[in-house]
C-alpha cells in the first residue's frame, strides 16, 4: 500500500546514535506542541508535548526542545534504536479556545543497524 | 492507555455509496476528531466535535457528515462516496485543548 513517507524529508542514522529532527512552526501564537511517531500501517502515536512556558521538556530517551524565537521546535532520541525507524512529525495548537492541531509534513527516520 | 478503536481497518465501497467508519474511545475524552492522511499532504481535519450533538467544520468538511449521539462515538459519513475520497482515515480524542489527541490505527477507503 502508499507510504506516508512519500515526498518527507529523510534521516538516516546508525543504530545507538542520537537522532535530531526539526520543524519549524508557522504560528507565533502557537501555546502547545506535540510529537507523534507513525509507523508503516498505524496510526500517530503520542511520544511527546510542551507548552509554550517551557523551553524544554525530557521523557524516557526522548527530549523535545521549544525555541520560540526563531519559531523551532526539534526532537532528540538518544541511543536511536530499529525500532525507532517511522515516519516524526510534530503538531501545533494556535491557542485561544481552538481545538485544532496544525501537523507539520513529517520527517522520514531510518536506523541502521 | 488510551483506546481509540476505528470499527475497518480496509474497506472497499463503489462510486455513489454511502459510507460509515465508526470510532470509539474508551477514555471519557471530550473532543474527537476525523483526519484523512494523504501522501505529501500530511493529515487535514475534516470534522472535530467537542460534545455530544456537537461538531464543527474541519478544513476539508465537503463531502463529508458526522454524527455523535453517544460521548464515546464519533462517526464519519461520506454520503456518496467519490474517487477522489479514497484515502486513510484517522480518528482521535482528547481530554482538553491543551491535551495530546489519541489515534486509532486508520481505515485505509478505496472508491472504486
Known amino acids: 500500500g502508499e507510504s506516508v513517507g512519500l515526498h518527507l524529508p529523510t534521516l538516516s542514522v546508525q543504530e545507538g546514535d542520537n537522532s535530531i529532527i526539526n520543524c519549524a512552526y508557522s504560528?507565533?501564537?502557537?501555546?502547545?506542541f506535540i510529537w507523534y511517531k507513525q509507523e508503516s500501517g498505524k496510526g500517530p502515536q503520542f511520544i511527546i508535548d510542551i507548552r509554550s512556558n517551557m523551553d524544554k521538556r525530557q521523557g524516557q530517551r526522548v527530549t523535545v526542545l521549544l525555541n520560540k524565537t526563531v519559531k523551532h521546535l526539534s526532537l532528540q532520541i538518544a541511543a536511536t534504536q530499529p525500532g525507532d525507524s517511522a515516519v516524526y512529525f510534530c503538531a501545533e495548537n494556535s491557542g485561544g479556545s481552538n481545538y485544532k492541531l496544525t501537523f507539520g509534513k513529517g520527517t522520514l527516520l531510518t536506523v541502521n543497524p | 492507555d488510551v483506546k481509540v478503536t476505528q470499527s475497518s481497518r480496509y474497506l472497499v465501497k463503489r462510486t455513489g455509496e454511502k459510507v460509515f467508519l465508526e470510532c470509539v474511545q474508551d477514555m471519557d475524552h471530550e473532543n474527537m476528531f476525523w483526519y484523512r492522511q494523504d501522501p505529501g499532504l500530511g493529515l487535514r481535519l475534516i470534522y472535530f466535535s467537542y460534545d455530544v450533538k456537537m461538531k464543527e467544520k474541519g478544513d476539508i468538511p465537503e463531502g463529508y457528515s458526522v454524527s455523535r449521539e453517544k460521548k464515546e462515538r464519533f462517526s464519519l459519513i461520506l454520503e456518496s462516496a467519490s474517487t477522489n475520497q479514497t484515502s486513510m482515515y484517522l480518528c482521535?480524542?482528547?481530554?482538553?485543548?491543551?491535551?495530546?489527541?489519541?489515534f486509532g490505527d486508520g481505515t485505509r477507503l478505496s472508491i472504486l
Open positions: 504560528n507565533s501564537a502557537s501555546d502547545y
Open positions: 482521535a480524542s482528547s481530554e482538553g485543548r491543551r491535551q495530546p489527541q489519541h
